[in-house]
């Protein structure tokens, strides 16, 4: 898939269990991971992780290649999908919208963020727009409290927003298509993005205080 | 009050996450002096110098460390903790996007000391560029030398895997943070036996959190008698706390532990924003018991103060609350969040979150009864030490500190036509 995003569920007839090629270089990768554990088994999650960037969901197709992988039953493999929120059982929009919700961000505004992408998206939590593009949920504290309210797109985080700088922010994404991405990284993860600034939460203020 | 920077000296820097600046700060120097040491020392030098662990539960280091046995035969694995997932708490990801290696250098340290030759840091899944900053310098080090065979040519073999989480808060416990790393469900552990014998596929492990083990290279450094010289008799050196919640300057603040809550409050913090007053904080992550802002003179920021005025330190997630917040709300908001990280296992945890959530949800709605104030108070009593882990100590500590100490507020939302009519379906 070019540029892959998480990919929506369009098109995919509605559940999109056919057949997917992982690739050669996809091959190499998740052996090179499987080699850093003491136990295959511990490689599950990253291996979860790579099947998800690639086809953006987890289908039957991506437990089975995880757990041939890793040399573990497709049952085992679904038991630890199912249990973390951060692999999609189904599919999401381009862009997946995680609102903190919890209380340092609610405190400061969560709330107004959360009604601004119902009114906007006008679909439910965990539905995906009908371009494709979007899909949103309320998360937990997202480790990111001191700068918030803060939301996460798809891997990148977006802190001390407002209703305005999130709608401006949501119009940047919808023209640009910037790839968000986790395997975009390296230092560019979120790169052309100065929405996402590094390191929000820490405080250069700290330094002038305990160097007076 | 002018603070050491033990763990913060060099966040300034903007290219400190690059193994050449760390080293131009004199990183890695904490590493070649201790490997010319035997272990024992060393777990002698961190016992002696007080570092009390900063994951949450402050037991002493050192302590933890010798826990170990030495003979089992059995590989040692040391992991280090960064889910981070603690509302209000966001110190780990500071450290680890601002000086990665020094989390490393920590991490050589403690593997060292235990024999470790594999470690793991275990990153909430959550944590996209921090995972990042920690792959890079991990591969800056294996490319040096500093990490795989033979590092630092000591003879000494480390290898050292960046591992990312999936979303799920209850892998921050040290068990469950095992078990998903042994590729399972995060399902914590019954204890004993604790994880220093019997921890990551069955081998003894210590689980340290990401913020103790930044601390080694500085006690390395300059020795357990500085670090000690920091700091209160029982709490020594100093922690991070993450400010957040209704202030003018959220962030990151490392302050000499024993420091005025107060003072924390108007000088780093900024003070209350809006120009309003204070009414609660929560100092130590949610888990920990709301203080009342008339409760909080005299309290200094450290394990024993904060316990004797009845909360704790925790994870030093440091929540302000100003007075125009409604702490039936405010509860609410912290009740669902067990209710979503309980990862099932025990009943009084599974269920009781749900009803403890449910029922201050309907207080908050308006639609509670008299009674139901008792009722909760009876759940949570059944919830507290009847669960395999922690969690579920932690997830009563907001309704029960909240009742205490707002009392008022729950009642003033009561519906006290109901209690006449309760009944079998009133929640
Ligand atoms: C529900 C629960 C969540 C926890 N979450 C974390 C966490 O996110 N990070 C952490 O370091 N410790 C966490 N802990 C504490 C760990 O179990 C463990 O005590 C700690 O990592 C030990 O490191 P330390 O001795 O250096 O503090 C948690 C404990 C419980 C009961
Ligand atoms: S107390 Fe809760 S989180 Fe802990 S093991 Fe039991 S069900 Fe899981
Ligand atoms: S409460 Fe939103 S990031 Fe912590």
């Known amino acids: 898939m070019q540029n892959g995003q998480h990919q929506s569920g369009q098109g995919q007839n509605g559940q999109g269990q056919e057949a997917v090629e992982f690739g050669p270089e996809l091959e190499t990768k998740v052996a090179e991971i499987i080699s850093r554990y003491p136990k295959k088994k511990s490689a599950i999650m990253p291996a979860l992780y790579m099947a998800q960037e690639h086809i953006g969901w987890l289908t039957d197709a991506a437990i089975e290649w995880v757990a041939e992988k890793v040399e573990e039953s497709p049952a085992h493999v679904r038991s630890v999908a199912t249990f973390y929120t951060m692999y999609y059982k189904k599919p999401v929009g381009q862009y997946h919208l995680q609102i903190c919700r919890t209380l340092s961000c609610m405190l400061c505004g969560a709330r107004d963020l959360t009604a601004y992408i119902k009114d906007r998206l006008t679909v439910d939590a965990q539905v995906i727009t009908e371009d494709g593009l979007w899909s949103f949920e309320e998360v937990e504290c997202l480790g990111s409290c001191g700068s918030a309210p803060m939301i996460q797109i798809n891997d990148v985080f977006f802190e001390n927003l407002s209703v305005e700088s999130l709608g401006s922010l949501m119009d940047k994404i919808a023209k640009e298509k910037p790839d968000l991405r986790y395997s975009a990284k390296k230092e560019t993860l979120g790169e052309g993005m100065p929405e996402a600034p590094r390191s929000q939460a820490w405080n250069a203020e700290m330094v002038k205080f305990n160097k007076s | ?427």
Request: hydrophobic share 35%; net charge negative.
């Open chain 2, 1 to 427: 009050m002018k603070h050491h920077r033990i763990l913060t000296a060099n966040f300034h820097h903007d290219d400190q996450h690059k193994l050449s600046a760390y080293e131009s700060r004199s990183g890695y120097q904490a590493i070649r002096k201790a490997l010319k040491q035997e272990p024992a020392n060393l777990t002698t030098e961190v016992k002696d110098s007080g570092l009390r662990g900063r994951g949450g539960a402050g037991f002493p280091t050192g302590v933890k460390w010798g826990f170990v046995p030495k003979d089992s035969g059995k590989p040692i694995y040391l992991l280090n903790n960064a889910d981070e997932s603690e509302p209000g708490t966001f110190k780990d990801r500071i450290l680890m996007e601002r000086d990665p290696h020094l989390c490393l250098e920590g991490m050589m340290i403690a593997s060292w000391a235990l024999g470790a030759n594999w470690s793991c840091i275990y990153i909430r899944g959550e944590f996209s560029y921090p995972t990042v900053r920690m792959q890079e310098a991990v591969d800056e080090a294996y490319a040096k030398g500093y990490l795989g065979k033979n590092i630092f040519d000591s003879g000494f073999d480390l290898d050292i895997v960046v591992h990312r989480g999936a979303g799920a808060y209850i892998c921050g416990e040290e068990t469950g943070l095992i078990e998903s790393l042994e590729g399972n469900k995060g399902q914590p552990r019954i204890k004993p036996p604790f994880p220093a014998v019997m921890g990551l596929y069955g081998c003894p492990t210590v689980v340290n959190n990401t913020e103790t083990l930044a601390a080694l290279p500085w006690i390395i450094d300059n020795g357990a008698s500085a670090y000690r010289a920091i700091g209160t008799e029982k709490s020594p050196g100093t922690k991070l706390f993450s400010a957040s919640g209704h202030i003018n300057k959220p962030g990151v603040y490392e302050v000499d532990l024993g420091y005025s809550l107060l003072e924390f409050i108007e000088n780093e913090c900024g003070g209350v924003w809006k120009g309003r007053e204070l009414k609660a904080c929560i100092p130590g992550g949610s888990s920990v018991p709301v203080m009342p802002a008339d409760k909080l003179k005299g309290v200094n920021l450290d394990y024993e103060s904060l316990a004797e005025a009845g909360t704790m330190l925790g994870s030093g997630g440091f929540i302000v609350m100003d007075d125009t917040t409604d702490m039936v709300d405010a509860c609410a908001n912290l009740q669902h969040f067990y209710t979503h990280e309980s990862c099932g296992q025990c009943t009084p945890c599974r269920e009781g979150a749900r009803w403890v959530e449910s029922m201050v949800n309907r207080l908050h709605r308006g639609q509670g009864a008299p009674s139901d104030l008792l009722v909760l108070q009876n759940v949570t009593e059944q919830i507290g030490g009847h669960t395999i882990c922690p969690f579920g100590d932690a997830l009563i500590a907001p309704i029960q500190s909240f009742l205490m100490h707002y009392r008022g507020e729950f009642e003033e939302k009561l519906d006290i036509s109901l209690d006449a009519q309760i009944g079998a379906n009133n929640v």
